[in-house]
């Protein structure tokens, strides 16, 4: 592929409404495929913020059935876009508990990879407290797949602290990061990780965010972005429902790795 290839995030404020979250999604997904969209991200949780952590169980849905999904599907295929959906709750073998899953479609809405999260958050600071193993249970796979211009790895939230994971993908071109960070975490550390991440693997990173207040009374950082295999912010968008687009450009990726061709000169 020689031309440049343009990628969305799309940045929301769930809530504990599903169909709500259809809604937000489905305008802000047309919005994307109107400005050129190919591929387009959504956030983690994006179907439910729930008012509380076990909200989602009653929501978790088993493999290809279940309206999420089957929102998902019609989204991609009316479209048109390779659609990633952010996370939804899928069922798991462990009673009171769910997988925290990435789905992706081609534009036929095909469904053409799964990734549960590997990694399981927990931050305790005062009042401030989150325990994913407490509702979710952890995959243990990494996840790829591979689009028209390359393959992309997969991965959700916190699996960005553990730059393992990425290295274990191998050759990526773009690698996207759907997440909810919170607000406390997201100000410290967002965005030197997913620079970092960019940087080390030399491809685009691609990270969806939720980002503002939400009814529950939780806030998340937001500050989607799109960054180049140098480490650059192409887009950002801040706090807000809304989206961040730009392009996987295949001669920046190529000029980046034969001026610096760090992957190569790997010892380890």
């Known amino acids: 592929m020689s031309e440049t290839y343009k990628v969305a995030a799309i940045q929301m404020v769930s809530t504990p409404e599903v169909e709500e979250n259809f809604a937000a999604a489905r305008r802000l997904v047309g919005q994307a495929a109107e400005q050129g969209a190919q591929l387009v991200l959504l956030p983690e949780y994006w179907p439910i913020m729930g008012m509380h952590e076990k909200a989602k169980l009653a929501h978790a849905e088993q493999t290809d059935v279940g309206k999420i999904q089957d929102f998902m599907v019609a ?102 990061v759907p997440a909810a960070f919170t607000h406390t975490t997201g100000q410290a550390h967002w965005e030197t990780l997913l620079r970092a991440r960019a940087i080390e693997n030399q491809c685009y990173v691609l990270a969806s965010a939720q980002g503002g207040k939400h009814v529950n009374g939780r806030r998340t950082w937001g500050h989607s972005m799109l960054i180049d295999p140098w480490g650059e912010i192409v887009s950002v968008l801040p706090e807000g429902e809304g989206l961040v687009i730009g392009g996987i450009d295949p001669h920046r990726l190529q000029y980046v790795r034969e001026s610096l061709p760090a992957l190569r000169h790997r010892k380890l």
């Open 75 to 176: 989204l991609a295929s009316e479209f048109k876009v390779w659609l990633i959906g952010g996370t939804l709750p899928m069922a798991s073998d462990e009673a009171d508990k769910v997988l925290n899953t990435t789905m992706v479609y081609d534009p036929a809405g095909r469904r053409v990879a799964r990734y549960d999260k590997i990694h399981l958050f927990s931050f305790v600071r005062g009042e401030e407290a989150y325990d994913e193993a407490r509702t979710i249970v952890f995959g243990n796979e990494v996840g790829g797949f591979t689009a028209p211009f390359g393959k992309v790895g997969l991965s959700i939230c916190y699996d960005l602290r553990f730059p393992e994971l990425y290295r274990a993908m191998g050759d990526c071109a773009l690698i996207v």
